[in-house]
């Protein structure tokens, strides 16, 4: 009892955790949010359960359940119930929602952790809405979240970084309207076959293709620019496929290695998403001390490098013949359900899932108050 021990009972902090949201990867999203919400420790959190619909809706979850999924075990349910609202001048530092059908039904929030994969979850624009509100969040801000999407821009400043990536060539929409003859055969001169076709800012592998004749090139290019206004082509590697989790803000550190072993011919959707078996994780990847060592050293040294802070997962190709290995690409916000990688990785590194939310939403406190201490007046 706070009054007889004299000690002062600290509130608990308020949780909001965003799901679902606009994207293809929506239901992954209510899975992975159905791992976080049964999670956090209610000693330390309120939570509050926040179902973006696919059209951009937001639903407070009146009384928040998790059902049965058939691909990952289990989901948040998203109920669409009410009118909510997002209202960021009530409170400094805080988000309110109130349902406008409803003005006494209102929640507050001090701490967003969004739960969302892809499009308006994972690219910079919730997060730049979450800054305008002033309310501190789990995952990278604005510049670490658009950076990590695109595949072009990240590769061009792990470049710069000294970082290995795997040579590529990037067009856009127009460039390959006006000169796809030249561009395909100056790619393939440079690159050889077999190529990957993919949009620059997709995930879950949706757009890619593999590309092993120089017939087939224009159809994979005209499919990935469905999905995107720029196209990579990049030089396959026969590789191994090796992931790291990075987490913090200014003194990042990297976990132990995981290895994605594809049944497909590649990590494809279907492998990801469709195929129940379509891919198995070996944790810890199987490879030498020295190299090991290495892989997660640039892991974290590329999370800088993009700018990120909170958490990413970095992957790696890893060349079966030379052991080279190449930075594939960084994800933000990577799939959390508790047997997804990131938060698996982690484990094996000795942080188990509930440690690393607390671990997560320290950070962004953290890194929320170091903003606050940014001078705006007076200068
Ligand atoms: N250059 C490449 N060499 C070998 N495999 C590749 C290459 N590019 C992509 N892949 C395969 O395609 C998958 C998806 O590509 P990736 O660049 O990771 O896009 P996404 O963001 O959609 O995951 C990879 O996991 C890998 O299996
Ligand atoms: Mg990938």
């Known amino acids: 009892m706070a009054q007889k021990t004299g000690l002062k009972k600290t509130a608990k902090i308020k949780i909001g955790v965003l799901y679902g949201g606009r994207s293809g990867e929506h239901d992954v999203s209510l899975c992975s949010a159905a791992s976080v919400f049964s999670a956090l420790d209610r000693n330390k959190y309120e939570v509050t359960a926040i179902g973006i619909d696919r059209d951009g809706r937001w639903y407070v979850q009146d009384r928040p359940q998790i059902i049965s999924d058939k691909d990952f075990g289990r989901k948040m349910a998203l109920k669409k119930k009410g009118m909510w609202l997002v209202n960021h001048f009530e409170q400094k530092n805080k988000l309110h929602l109130y349902?406008?059908?409803?003005?006494?039904?209102e929640v507050v929030v001090d701490v967003v952790i969004p739960v969302l994969h892809g499009t308006f979850g994972e690219d910079g624009t919730l997060q730049g809405l979450l800054e305008l509100a002033m309310v501190p969040y789990v995952g990278a801000d604005v510049t670490g979240s658009a950076v990590g999407m695109d595949k072009d821009i990240a590769k061009r400043l792990l470049n710069?970084?000294?970082?290995?990536?795997?040579?590529?060539?990037?067009?856009?929409?127009?460039?390959?309207?006006?000169?796809s003859k030249i561009i395909m055969k100056d790619a393939l001169a440079e690159l050889g076959l077999p190529v990957f076709v993919k949009p620059v800012c997709t995930g879950s592998s949706v757009?890619?293709?593999?590309?092993?004749?120089?017939?087939?090139?224009?159809?994979?290019?005209?499919?990935?620019f469905q999905f995107d206004t720029r196209v990579m082509i990049e030089k396959a590697v026969d590789c191994r496929e090796i992931e790291c989790a990075v987490l913090g803000n200014e003194n990042p550190a990297?976990?132990?290695?995981?290895?994605?072993?594809?049944?497909?011919?590649?990590?494809s959707y279907e492998a990801k998403y469709i195929d129940p078996n379509g891919a198995a994780l070996n944790i810890p990847a199987q490879i030498n001390k020295v190299l090991s060592g290495k892989i997660r050293k640039i892991a974290v040294e590329g999370y800088m490098a993009l700018g990120c802070t909170s958490m990413a997962r970095v992957d790696f190709f890893l060349d079966k013949k030379t052991n080279k290995f190449y930075l594939n690409e960084i994800n933000t916000l990577p799939g959390f359900t508790s047997i997804s990688m990131y938060p698996k990785l982690w484990e094996a590194t000795g942080l188990k899932y509930?440690?690393?939310l607390?671990?997560?939403?320290?950070?962004?406190?953290?890194?929320?108050?170091?903003?606050?201490e940014i001078k705006t007046e007076g200068i």
């Open 207 to 224: 757009g890619v293709k593999k590309v092993k004749k120089k017939e087939a090139l224009a159809a994979a290019m005209n499919f990935a």
């Open 160 to 179: 710069e970084a000294g970082i290995p990536v795997v040579p590529s060539v990037t067009v856009n929409k127009q460039q390959w309207k006006d000169n």
């Open 354 to 356: 509930s440690d690393l």
């Open 99 to 105: 349902d406008i059908k409803n003005k006494n039904k």
């Open 358 to 372: 607390d671990k997560l939403i320290a950070l962004a406190i953290d890194r929320h108050k170091k903003r606050l």
């Open 254 to 267: 990297g976990s132990v290695l995981g290895e994605i072993i594809p049944k497909h011919e590649f990590y």
